[in-house]
């Protein structure tokens, strides 16, 4: 076998001792403001630190749209490339996913190791899967990421097979290559339909318990919530993507069981082939009864976060019909800056107070919002309140001869209230 035969495998998370001096790289363009690409840059350096790498410097450029070449102009490319060469850089990360095109070029130019947004979050997903059943989605992505990146990224996939028993038509490399990531994709599907059929008998076994899911945004502090609410020891940690692997608990409210669920986090600029895969992860969401939407209302741009969890949502999972509580997390990190008396500019997200956003859009979702922080455990018993009353109502349509039960249980809790409150004589 030639020395420069590449045997096709996903792509591994490296092991590093020291971490990898990073920069990132994003564009300006009419579709995209300076403040926007800043904050996408922001997240692209949070994402790196998850992945283990040390950010540096970043560079942005102004320009109608990515350069088929190289992404960014010719002049900005050049002065990466010196940035890199000066200060001992191994890792260029660009916002925006790259054609296989791009990729050689721009190594050609830097002589280092060139990533875009979905293959970080790839390496992340290797780093973070634990269950064969997020290793194989992990593995079934990577394979159909690199699939269309086949041509030009190396040049052995130029060579036609030949010798005895190849004499013909021949094939090239890159066929070789295709069909066997081809066959890989067919044989990691076969083996998501059979974990998909034994969670499928879980979920069954699971009799008709109600179902609540956790949704939301990566790291607005789901896990956090769930080993709150279930008094479980799911980990959770200030990254991105902490919690890959969906956990069911079962968890007691007053005196309602429940199963709640907590799923893998969404974020924006998700390629449809990354969320094709996970699919069957969100299998509990699509099995819920009940949505639990956390969102960090501490983050600058909470509401768009909130249009790419119901976007994405919408693509995997029919979820319009399903009941929802908002639960506004992280309230004890919102900060504002209050407007000066004399300054006559239109306000923007920054001078907003807490109380003022409750009352904007927040006040129409009457019952259905909650604003709490889970780290610090503030609003946590409204919260339980609230979920134990739509669960409630879900668990009665199926169990109608338990409400005599319920309303036993709730008078007795008021006749307790009421003697806890009458005064004692000293």
Not at 103 to 128: G, M, P, Q
Not at 165 to 175: S, V, W
Not at 217 to 246: H, P, R
Not at 295 to 319: G, K, M, W, Y
């Amino acid at each position: 076998m030639p020395n420069d035969y590449i045997n096709i495998t996903p792509i591994a998370a490296p092991i590093e001792s020291e971490p990898e001096r990073a920069v990132t790289i994003g564009l300006v363009t009419p579709e995209q403001n300076e403040a926007k690409a800043n904050e996408y840059l922001d997240e692209l350096d949070f994402l790196a630190d998850t992945a283990g790498a040390e950010v540096v410097a970043r560079f942005t450029q102004k320009v109608s749209g990515p350069n088929s070449r190289t992404y960014v102009g010719t002049g900005k490319l050049e002065e990466i490339a010196r940035y890199v060469e000066d200060n001992d850089i191994s890792l260029v990360i660009f916002d925006d996913d790259l054609s296989a095109k791009q990729v050689a070029n721009i190594e050609k130019e830097l002589k280092v190791k060139i990533l875009d947004r979905t293959s970080l979050i790839l390496d992340i997903f290797a780093k973070r899967a634990r269950t064969a059943n997020a290793k194989t989605q992990v593995e079934l992505a990577q394979y159909r990421y690199l699939l269309p990146r086949l041509t030009r990224m190396w040049t052995h996939l130029e060579r036609q097979r030949g010798g005895i028993g190849m004499r013909g038509p021949g094939e090239t490399q890159i066929e070789t290559d295709r069909r066997i990531i081809l066959d890989k994709i067919s044989r990691l599907k076969d083996e998501l339909q059979n974990i998909d059929r034994q969670k499928s008998m879980q979920r069954k076994n699971r009799g008709k318990l109600t179902r609540v899911a956790l949704v939301g945004y990566t790291n607005v502090g789901k896990s956090t919530l769930m080993n709150l609410l279930s008094k479980s020891e799911v980990f959770a940690e200030n990254k991105l993507f902490a919690t890959l692997d969906t956990t069911v608990r079962k968890v007691i409210i007053e005196n309602l069981p429940f199963l709640l669920t907590d799923t893998v986090g969404f974020i924006r600029k998700l390629p449809t082939h990354l969320v094709d895969s996970f699919k069957s992860t969100l299998d509990e969401v699509r099995d819920a009864d009940l949505l639990i939407h956390v969102v960090d209302i501490s983050h600058p741009n909470f509401e768009e976060q909130i249009e790419v969890v119901n976007r994405t949502l919408a693509e995997v999972c029919d979820s319009a019909d399903k009941p929802v509580i908002m639960v506004f997390n992280k309230i004890d990190a919102f900060t504002y800056t209050p407007k000066d008396a004399d300054d006559l500019t239109p306000a923007t997200r920054a001078n907003i107070s807490l109380d003022e956003l409750k009352a904007t859009w927040m006040n129409r979702l009457g019952e259905n919002a909650v604003f709490i922080s889970a780290k610090n455990q503030l609003n946590i018993d409204e919260l339980k309140m609230k979920i134990y009353d739509r669960a409630k109502e879900i668990h009665l349509t199926r169990f109608p001869y338990n409400d005599f039960l319920f309303q036993r249980y709730d008078d007795l809790a008021a006749e307790e209230g009421a003697i806890s409150q009458q005064p004692t004589d000293n």
